[in-house]
């Protein structure tokens, strides 16, 4: 589900040191990380070695929207890595641009780029109205592309870079009731797949990553997707993308991945640490749920 609110939960490990990790030195860009999900990825990565840069659009707390850019740049901060608040809505190119930009000046150099930031509607199609559509297809499919155009000619500069859409495989069989949103979501997924070709000599890389099960959100919580027995922490997400940012880029590239699938064949047996209610094992059902959200 589209990770937007939960709280993030500290690393249990402290931060490793900056000469014994291979992240040391790299930058990284998260959209949609003031809460939530995307949070969650921003400080894992700061745990890891990584300076980075928080792009969203709250500046500001609220009473529905707990969570800002400057809280989380704070929260990188204080384990010892450099943060950048960029607000951002992905919808918007010149934002867009200009954050790109006071990153590469900032730090010189972006090497991981987490497309994160995403909205979520889930209707029929005879009860989605256009103005939702280009919501979703704004957000998600076009804010993505938009992040990735402008970050990609860096990456493809100093010869590196991981591009990464939370974006489930693609399977047609599994969009109705949310055409809208799979269309826009599944979009993601073919950014990936095509810009892995096109950019694999480059030593860029560009993958998709979803969860098998519900991921524990605002989300799942205020639109009554079942309840903590159904869902994983979003730490699975974060140790899943680490997965993918250790390797070379060339060599692994092009796949739409789920969380789980892409652990156990990393070798982890045990995803009980991961449940939300300890006593029960969350259910897989991918992309494969029903809604009725928005």
Same mark, same amino acid.
């Given at each position: 589900?589209?990770?937007?609110? $939960?709280?993030?939960?500290?690393?249990?490990?402290?931060?490793?040191?900056?000469?014994?990790?291979?992240?040391?030195?790299?930058?990284?860009?998260?959209?949609?990380?003031?809460?939530?999900?995307?949070?969650?990825?921003? =400080?894992?990565?700061?745990?890891?070695?990584?300076?980075?840069?928080?792009?969203?659009?709250?500046?500001?707390?609220?009473?529905?929207?707990?969570?800002?850019?400057?809280?989380?740049?704070?929260?990188?901060?204080?384990?010892?890595?450099?943060?950048?608040?960029?607000?951002?809505?992905?919808?918007?190119?010149?934002?867009?641009?200009?954050?790109?930009?006071?990153?590469?000046?900032?730090?010189?150099?972006?090497?991981?780029?987490?497309?994160?930031?995403?909205?979520?509607?889930?209707?029929?199609?005879?009860?989605?109205?256009?103005? $939702?559509?280009?919501?979703?297809?704004?957000?998600?499919?076009?804010?993505?592309?938009?992040?990735?155009?402008?970050?990609?000619?860096?990456?493809?500069?100093?010869?590196?870079?991981?591009?990464?859409?939370?974006?489930?495989?693609?399977?047609?069989?599994?969009?109705?009731?949310?055409?809208?949103?799979?269309?826009?979501?599944?979009?993601?997924?073919?950014?990936?797949?095509?810009?892995?070709?096109?950019?694999?000599?480059?030593?860029?890389?560009?993958?998709? =990553?979803?969860?098998?099960?519900?991921?524990?959100?605002?989300?799942?919580?205020?639109?009554?997707?079942?309840?903590?027995?159904?869902?994983?922490?979003?730490?699975?997400?974060?140790?899943?993308?680490?997965?993918?940012?250790?390797?070379?880029?060339?060599?692994?590239?092009?796949?739409?991945?789920?969380?789980?699938?892409?652990?156990?064949?990393?070798?982890?047996?045990?995803?009980?640490?991961? $449940?939300?209610?300890?006593?029960?094992?969350?259910?897989?059902?991918?992309?494969?749920?029903?809604?009725?959200?928005?």
């Amino acid at each position: 589900m589209e990770p937007i609110d $939960r709280p993030a939960s500290p690393s249990p490990a402290s931060p490793p040191s900056k000469s014994s990790t291979p992240f040391a030195g790299k930058v990284a860009f998260v959209t949609g990380a003031s809460r939530g999900v995307g949070k969650t990825l921003a =400080l894992r990565l700061a745990d890891e070695g990584c300076d980075v840069v928080v792009a969203a659009k709250t500046s500001d707390p609220t009473d529905k929207l707990p969570g800002t850019i400057h809280e989380t740049v704070r929260e990188i901060e204080a384990r010892g890595r450099r943060g950048l608040a960029v607000q951002v809505d992905v919808r918007d190119d010149l934002a867009v641009e200009r954050g790109v930009k006071n990153a590469l000046e900032r730090f010189g150099r972006v090497d991981f780029l987490v497309n994160n930031a995403g909205a979520i509607y889930g209707r029929p199609l005879i009860d989605t109205p256009m103005k $939702r559509f280009d919501l979703v297809m704004g957000v998600n499919v076009r804010g993505a592309f938009a992040c990735t155009h402008h970050l990609l000619p860096a990456m493809v500069a100093q010869k590196f870079g991981h591009i990464l859409m939370l974006s489930p495989p693609v399977d047609e069989n599994a969009a109705a009731g949310k055409i809208a949103y799979a269309i826009s979501k599944f979009g993601m997924t073919l950014i990936a797949r095509g810009l892995a070709d096109e950019v694999r000599d480059d030593n860029v890389a560009a993958n998709a =990553l979803w969860c098998a099960t519900l991921i524990e959100s605002s989300a799942t919580i205020r639109f009554g997707l079942g309840d903590p027995s159904l869902w994983r922490k979003p730490e699975i997400v974060a140790d899943a993308m680490m997965k993918v940012f250790v390797k070379e880029p060339k060599t692994f590239t092009g796949k739409a991945l789920v969380d789980e699938d892409l652990l156990r064949a990393e070798g982890v047996t045990d995803f009980t640490r991961y $449940r939300c209610d300890p006593n029960a094992e969350p259910p897989r059902v991918g992309f494969n749920f029903r809604m009725s959200i928005g």
